[in-house]
């Protein structure tokens, strides 16, 4: 009898025990999967932003906006497993996330230099080539006109005066 | 014509030249002036503006799958950040409000995100059926939903299960915020975007 009173003791404690150790440990889980899945979806935000300052620069920002798509796609398994309780699943398609728009953050920063430095290039030949037409043009004009007037002189010096036959 | 029309005609031509090629420089600095803004709708299972329902019947029965095709357009000059918020709500739970831009306060169940190219426009499947319904006094609950074959546990309910709407809430992401907004700016005013489709639900084959 005192045997068994003891035995059932022991396995309430036991069963007390664990079942506080499952719930923390499914606890941490869950919030570590969350915060894993936080970091990812603040990255790929990042990316984007990154991604749009590249494509105002001029960059072509296709190939980028193609991967960040993929990395939404991961995103969106992440937290439909974390929903479905797969913490395990959620955390991996996050880490996977996380990786690619890491990779677009990078790679975006990179097109978008190139790009300002290739803007300035355009900006100054455009502003260059247009001076340099518009002297040209205003040259050409002013020589043009100097060579029409001589050659209107010449064809009025030209002309001789005829009398018109009178009427009566 | 004389010589002073000549020297008019003259000047007149070399001022179109002038201007055409200081066109590029004009163009630089001279913003183009074009609306943003995004559209987006719903269609029905064929991609058309019909069938939204089995059999045309807006009486859904438990288990029948609906398939919808719901499509965002860009037109903001620049890639967006978008997500699709979807609701479902009843005839008496706040719907968003178009004058305003407030979404509903009713919270959203699922999301769909996309990243947009300007110009882009995006469809995706919405294919979704009732899988478990609750009924309590007059009052049907859907409690869960499949959709594109992932199942989802919610809480949305109607009297006698007549007036429910699907609505989908187009939310985007504003860099000053950092975070997604329901609404856009669009020469100083705000815009927002939603759809919403209404359905029962009946139990009776």
């Given at each position: 009898m005192a045997s068994s009173k003891l035995f059932l003791a022991f396995l309430a404690l036991f069963v007390f025990t664990f079942s506080n150790f499952v719930s923390g440990t499914l606890a941490s889980d869950s919030d570590s999967a969350a915060s894993v899945i936080e970091r990812a979806e603040d990255v790929m935000a990042w990316a984007y932003e990154a991604v749009l300052e590249a494509e105002r620069a001029g960059a072509d920002?296709?190939?980028?906006?193609?991967?960040?798509?993929?990395?939404?796609?991961?995103?969106?398994?992440?937290?439909?497993?974390?929903?479905?309780?797969?913490?395990?699943?959620?955390?991996?398609?996050?880490?996977?996330c996380y990786e690619t728009s890491s990779g677009v953050l990078v790679e975006a920063g990179r097109l978008r230099n190139l790009a300002v430095e290739e803007g300035v290039r355009r900006f100054w030949l455009t502003i260059v080539g247009s001076m340099v037409s518009v002297a040209i043009i205003v040259y050409g004009s002013f020589l043009g006109w100097r060579v029409f007037v001589r050659h209107y002189y010449r064809k009025i010096l030209r002309m001789r005066p005829e009398v018109a036959p009178s009427e009566s | 014509?004389?010589?002073?029309?000549?020297?008019?005609?003259?000047?007149?031509?070399?001022?179109?030249?002038?201007?055409?090629?200081?066109?590029?420089?004009?163009?630089?600095?001279?913003?183009?002036?074009?609306?943003?803004?995004?559209?987006?709708?719903?269609?029905?299972?064929n991609g058309m503006a019909e069938h939204y329902y089995p059999?045309?019947?807006?009486?859904?029965?438990?288990?029948?799958?609906?398939?919808w095709h719901v499509g965002?357009?860009?037109?903001?000059?620049?890639?967006?950040?978008?997500?699709?918020?979807?609701?479902?709500?009843?005839?008496?739970?706040?719907?968003?409000?178009?004058?305003?831009?407030?979404?509903s306060s009713v919270p959203a169940f699922l999301e769909f995100r996309q990243i947009l190219a300007s110009n882009e426009t995006w469809w995706f499947p919405f294919y979704w059926s009732i899988s478990k319904t609750r009924y309590l006094g007059d009052v049907v609950t859907i409690t869960e939903l499949v959709v594109n074959n992932a199942t989802l546990g919610l809480a949305a309910h109607a009297v006698s299960g007549f007036n429910f709407r699907m609505v989908f809430e187009l939310w985007v992401y504003d860099e000053a915020s950092k975070g997604f907004g329901f609404a856009w700016k669009s020469d100083g005013d705000n815009q927002c975007a939603w759809a919403q489709i209404w359905f029962n639900v009946t139990f009776l084959e």
């Open positions: 920002v296709e190939d980028l906006t193609g991967q960040l798509n993929w990395a939404g796609e991961l995103l969106a398994g992440a937290r439909f497993q974390y929903r479905m309780g797969n913490f395990g699943s959620a955390v991996g398609l996050a880490d996977h | 014509m004389n010589l002073e029309e000549y020297r008019i005609l003259f000047m007149v031509c070399t001022l179109i030249l002038i201007l055409a090629a200081a066109a590029p420089v004009i163009g630089m600095v001279m913003p183009r002036n074009v609306e943003p803004f995004f559209a987006m709708g719903v269609l029905g299972e059999d045309d019947n807006s009486n859904i029965r438990v288990g029948s799958l609906v398939r965002v357009y860009n037109h903001m000059g620049s890639i967006q950040y978008v997500a699709v918020r979807v609701k479902i709500l009843n005839s008496t739970l706040p719907g968003p409000d178009s004058s305003s831009c407030v979404p």
